[in-house]
């Protein structure tokens, strides 16, 4: 399954527990908050200022 924008990191997370160490490696270190579990992929980016293409690319390769 694809990873889109609009999937919550939650999701993200479950589909792919190996997606982990790619958001952390784009500077998304707190993946076990409690937002993180209601925000977006573009959200997130978004607020930790992230290439939201870069990112989608790597989590999909």
């Known amino acids: ?3 889109t924008k609009d999937m919550l990191i939650g ?3 479950k589909q792919n527990p190996k ?3 790619i958001l952390m ?3 998304m270190g707190c993946l076990g908050c409690p937002s993180s579990q ?3 992929l573009e959200e997130a980016a978004n ?4 290439d939201l293409d870069k ?3 790597e989590l999909n390769k």
């Open 38 to 40: 209601m925000e977006t």
């Open 11 to 13: 999701e993200i997370l």
């Open 55 to 57: 990112l989608l690319e």
């Open 1 to 3: 399954m694809k990873i």
């Open 25 to 27: 490696g784009f500077g």
């Open 19 to 21: 997606a982990a160490e």
């Open 47 to 50: 607020v930790h200022g992230i």
